[in-house]
């Protein structure tokens, strides 16, 4: 393949054992690759986070095309497991493996070659800026939002945004993403009063309460899907009480529900349900309940327009598939990019992410160099 090789900087990313937050070298050698090629390359560092911006072109001169993606995978679990060394990058008949391969340093691999081909063999009348974190798979306090905080600071900017993340269910091409759905954990402590089960009138059972109180929010429909959105889904994901044995009545209990969100709520107004549905729980038993929530995500959708038709036209011209566009999915960077400018994502196939033996075919590497390049020509034509 002519221009950059994009498998090569992969299997390079690859072999840095990157597990968030750790960088292992990662990002280094990209702000190599882009300095040389003309970029203007600082590290924006925070809380222990290590982040690179990179622009080729002036600042403020013309329209700027960006993109995103991240370094730092999630861990391995057990080595053992893997029939191919995590970090080894090797590739047998026509696929590598090692962690990271498809979320998302093929993609990371992808866009950067795709950019430093693009500027050095018809530099446009604008500006490419690169966003890349060391802070997705983790928190993701300190990578992509610490970036955007460093560019509103530096006058820095982005007309249009495409995050790298692998996005195809299937097949190359299959699948653009949007939008994606908010996201949302709420932990809840019951606390009664112990006792002895044969004595229960002397004691205030937490557990029924809980039960209640799960059963009342799995069993509420938050909504019937939206235009762009499948139904808002609301997940049990513990229930707990840690007690071992039978004649005690435990003091307290604990559960926790993810609930994942469409654009008919809010993190707030998800609380605000919450926190009636405890108290009218608390006040029909006489419990104590202490409710903790965490807000990951609110959802948003970058409406069908200009750029995702961009993108499906390049992917279309690419793959020969014309690409559904979809808010499914769990979160992602563009939570964030989305209050900057208009963003979708579109990347591999990622039926292997996360999972022993991750894997990608060489071939959807070059094919995605080949979409993103295209539509820095088609943006900048």
Same mark, same amino acid.
């Given at each position: ?18 597990? #968030? ?38 600042? /403020? ?35 590598? =493996?090692?962690?990271?391969? #498809?979320?998302?340093?093929? $993609? ?25 974190? /060391? ?19 530096? $006058? ?31 932990? &809840? ?9 044969? =004595? ?32 808002? #889904? ?65 959802? &948003? ?70 979409? =993103? $390049? ?8």
């Amino acid at each position: 393949m002519p221009g950059t090789d994009p498998v090569d900087l992969t299997a390079r990313l690859v072999r840095c054992a990157s597990v #968030t937050p750790a960088d292992d070298g990662a990002l280094e050698i990209i702000n190599e690759m882009l300095s040389r090629a003309g970029f203007d390359c600082v590290w924006v560092e925070r809380g222990g986070i290590r982040n690179l911006f990179a622009r080729w072109g002036r600042k /403020g001169n013309g329209k700027a095309f960006g993109f995103n993606g991240h370094t730092d995978v999630v861990p391995v679990g057990n080595s053992d497991d893997w029939t191919m060394p995590p970090f080894g990058a090797e590739i047998r008949d026509g696929i590598m =493996y090692g962690r990271g391969t #498809t979320d998302m340093k093929s $993609g990371v691999a992808a866009f950067v070659t795709a950019a430093i081909d693009f500027v050095q063999a018809a530099p446009p009348d604008g500006s490419v800026v690169l966003t890349i974190t /060391g802070d997705e798979e983790g928190e993701s306090v300190d990578g992509t939002a610490a970036l955007l905080d460093h560019m509103a600071a530096q $006058g820095e900017r982005m007309d249009v945004c495409l995050v790298g993340e692998p996005t195809c269910p299937e097949r190359m091409g299959d699948m653009i993403k949007i939008g994606r759905r908010g996201s949302m954990t709420a932990w &809840f402590e019951v606390i009664g009063t112990q006792g002895h089960s044969a =004595y229960p009138h002397r004691a205030n059972n937490p557990l029924p309460a809980m039960m209640r109180l799960m059963d009342r929010l799995a069993s509420h429909t938050l909504d019937a899907g939206t235009d762009h959105f499948d139904p808002s #889904t609301l997940a049990i994901v513990t229930v707990d009480t840690g007690n071992p044995v039978t004649n005690v009545i435990p003091r307290s209990c604990s559960a926790a529900v993810n609930i994942r969100f469409n654009d008919r709520h809010s993190g707030a107004s998800l609380t605000e349900w919450l926190e009636n549905e405890v108290s009218q729980v608390r006040d029909a038993y006489g419990v104590e309940i202490k409710l903790r929530i965490k807000v990951s995500g609110e959802s &948003f959708i970058t409406p069908p327009g200009a750029l995702s038709a961009l993108v499906s036209a390049a992917v279309e011209a690419e793959t020969g598939v014309k690409p559904e566009l979809s808010t499914t999915g769990g979160t992602s960077d563009a939570r964030f990019i989305k209050a900057h400018c208009p963003v979708v994502e579109f990347g591999l196939v990622g039926q292997s992410m996360h999972q022993v033996d991750e894997h990608v075919a060489i071939e959807q590497i070059h094919q995605l160099k080949a979409i =993103y $390049g295209r539509i820095l020509r088609d943006y900048f034509a």
